[in-house]
């Protein structure tokens, strides 16, 4: 079983920065990639910026040269530094691992982030 806890949220004013972290329990085996989505009221969830475990990273048009994902030396847990914040990026941030051959997701239960102008 693992579990994924989310810490790091919170409120900023525009151009504002907050750290968010997420940190994997349960197993010690290194995940295929960790990532961070957000979801908006009324809105999808959408990607914010993925992070495998070679490194390679992913990040939505959105938040590029704005954030950065990151993982620890033990591979379980990921970093999302967010700089110049914007308050269309308040949002819930939610954190995903997937693992295994099979791709099995896991998901955190979310941390709020809140960007005034």
């Known amino acids: 079983q693992v579990h994924l806890v989310e810490s790091g949220g919170g409120s900023v004013q525009a151009g504002g920065s907050l750290r968010l972290s997420c940190a994997a329990s349960g197993s010690m085996f290194s995940f295929n990639f960790m990532g961070w989505y957000r979801q908006a009221p009324g809105n999808q969830r959408e990607l914010v910026a993925v992070?495998?475990?070679?490194?390679?990273?992913t990040y939505a048009d959105s938040v590029k040269g704005r954030f950065t994902i990151s993982t620890g030396n033990a591979k379980n847990t990921v970093y999302l530094q967010m700089d110049s914040l914007k308050p269309e990026d308040t949002a819930v941030y939610y954190c995903k691992a997937v693992r295994g051959a099979a791709a099995t997701a896991y998901w955190g239960r979310g941390t709020q982030v809140t960007v005034s102008s």
């Open positions: 992070i495998t475990l070679r490194g390679i990273t």
